[in-house]
T-cell receptor, first 109, second 113 residues
Framework: DAKTTQPNSMESNEEEPVHLPCNHS???????IHWYRQLPSQGPEYVIH???SNVNNRMASLAIAEDRKSSTLILHRATLRDAAVYYC??????????FGDGTTLTVKP | NAGVTQTPKFQVLKTGQSMTLQCAQD?????MYWYRQDPGMGLRLIYY???????DKGEVPNGYNVSRLNKREFSLRLESAAPSQTSVYFC????????????FGNGTRLTVT
């Protein structure tokens, strides 16, 4: 299974952009990259996913490196409600999605 | 997290006791999953079910059994609880379409003393 590496923690100021990196150098050619976030005392929630092209939705943007060995989740204007643990996951066809420890994002007012 | 109902929300067990965690969905999704999350850690897959009547082991299946008797429900059973099974247990769903996202319940907090 592909492994991911994410920083343990990051900090941001409110209303500033945040770039959350993820390395997935062993990802297979057909694995999508999924991102989830987990707010305190809740289950994870889906944020965004992509394969090769950059993707945008109402929550965030996802920038995928040309060699697909890394990706970056972009929150354009961080709010206090964005404070959470963010997980980057290569999505295997077998459905055995494995979550690492993620990145804990702290947003300062 | 409407669509995924986990019961109970909280449970305290003594070592050796048994219990079943229930997960029910009203989203008509094919695949269902059980994860555990220890304090400060990520989620680890215990078991999953790609469809009614089928189940497969995940990363950490020891000490657990599962049952998927119908499309709507996926239960997780601890036959003889141990303190190492103290954790938060999450049920998740996924439609059958390729690369569709997971949809999680709010979890069951289990403490084994």
């Amino acid at each position: 299974d592909a492994k991911t590496t994410q920083p343990n923690s990051m900090e941001s100021n409110e209303e500033e952009p945040v770039h959350l990196p993820c390395n997935h150098s062993t990802i297979s050619g057909t694995d999508y990259i999924h991102w989830y976030r987990q707010l305190p005392s809740q289950g994870p929630e889906y944020v965004i996913h992509g394969l090769t092209s950059n993707v945008n939705n109402r929550m965030a943007s996802l920038a995928i490196a040309e060699d697909r060995k890394s990706s970056t989740l972009i929150l354009h204007r961080a709010t206090l409600r964005d404070a959470a643990v963010y997980y980057c996951i290569p999505y295997t066809n077998a459905g055995k999605s494995t979550f690492g420890d993620g990145t804990t994002l702290t947003v300062k007012p | 997290n409407a669509g995924v109902t986990q019961t109970p929300k909280f449970q305290v067990l003594k070592t050796g006791q048994s219990m079943t965690l229930q997960c029910a969905q009203d989203m008509n999704h094919n695949s269902m999953y059980w994860y555990r999350q220890d304090p400060g850690m990520g989620l680890r897959l215990i078991y999953y079910s790609a469809s009614e009547g089928t189940t497969d082991k995940g990363e950490v299946p020891n000490g657990y059994n599962v049952s998927r008797l119908n499309k709507r429900e996926f239960s997780l059973r601890l036959e003889s609880a141990a303190p190492s099974q103290t954790s938060v247990y999450f049920c998740a769903l996924r439609p059958g379409q390729l690369n569709s996202p997971l949809h999680f319940g709010n979890g069951t907090r289990l403490t084994v003393t």
